[in-house]
């Protein structure tokens, strides 16, 4: 079983930064895709972002995936030391408005197209106009 806690959500200004931070447990934490979703106040919940975990096709470990709405903007990345997977939101506008969550996934699975096996309890941003 995989525990993700969420933190580092909050109030920005439009046009401003914030870092979530997902810790997880679990010492399988290297070798899984970890990444991101949102959902905003009435819609559904959307990809944002994953990052494949270490693996044994080569080229593969590390690699990276950004839904539209984001790219240029957020960027994600892992500390598997410390069992945790990072989003930096930068230029961030009044849409981006929404709860974030956690995701993990075992093994190779960007973008999650397999599934999400494990979720966190979400962090809420607020991005004020």
């Known amino acids: 079983q995989v525990q993700l806690v969420e933190s580092g959500g909050g109030l920005v200004q439009a046009g401003g930064s914030l870092r979530l931070s997902c810790a997880a447990s679990?010492?399988?934490?290297?070798?899984?895709?970890m990444g991101w979703f949102r959902q905003a106040p009435g819609k559904e919940r959307e990809f944002v972002t994953s990052i494949v975990g270490r693996t044994s096709i080569v080229g593969s470990g590390g690699s990276t995936d950004y839904a539209d709405s984001v790219k240029g903007r957020f960027t994600i990345s892992r500390d598997n030391a410390k069992n945790t997977v990072y989003l930096q939101m930068n230029s961030l506008k009044p849409e981006d408005t929404a709860i974030y969550y956690c995701?993990?996934?075992?093994?190779?699975?960007?973008?999650?197209?397999?599934?999400?096996?494990?979720w966190g309890k979400g962090t809420l941003v607020t991005v004020s106009s």
């Open positions: 995701a993990a996934g075992a093994l190779v699975n960007p973008k999650f197209s397999r599934g999400v096996d494990y």
């Open positions: 679990g010492h399988t934490f290297s070798t899984f895709t």
